[in-house]
C-alpha cells in the first residue's frame, strides 16, 4: 500500500475514533454509517461499516485497530485494481 494512501486511511481512522482509544467499535463505526455521506450507500446494501470488524478483526477483540484497518482497506485496494 502506498504512503499516501496510508496517510489517507490513517486520517480516515483518526476521524472515526470518537473516544481516542486507538480502536475502531462497532458502535463507533455504526455512528459513521448513520451520520455520513455513507448513509444513503449503507440504505441500499446489506453490507455495514461494523462488518470490517467481522472480515478484519485479527486479534478477535471485536474492534479494529490502525493495522487492520489498513489491513481491510489494502484488501480493498488490491481488489479495486486488480479489476481495472
Known amino acids: 500500500m502506498c504512503a499516501v494512501y496510508r496517510l ?3 486520517g480516515m481512522f483518526d476521524y472515526y475514533d470518537k473516544n481516542d482509544d486507538d480502536y475502531l ?3 463507533e ?4 454509517e448513520r451520520h455520513g455521506y455513507l448513509q ?3 440504505e441500499t446494501t446489506s453490507c455495514h461499516m ?3 470488524i467481522i472480515l ?3 486479534d478477535d477483540d471485536h474492534r ?3 493495522p487492520e484497518l489498513n489491513t481491510a482497506m489494502g484488501n480493498r485496494q488490491k481488489k479495486v485494481y486488480n479489476s481495472v
Open 40 to 42: 444513503s450507500v449503507f
Open 29 to 32: 463505526l455504526d455512528d459513521v
Open 64 to 66: 479494529l485497530s490502525l
Open 50 to 52: 461494523h462488518d470490517f
Open 8 to 10: 489517507v486511511v490513517a
Open 25 to 27: 467499535d462497532s458502535v
Open 56 to 58: 478484519q478483526d485479527a
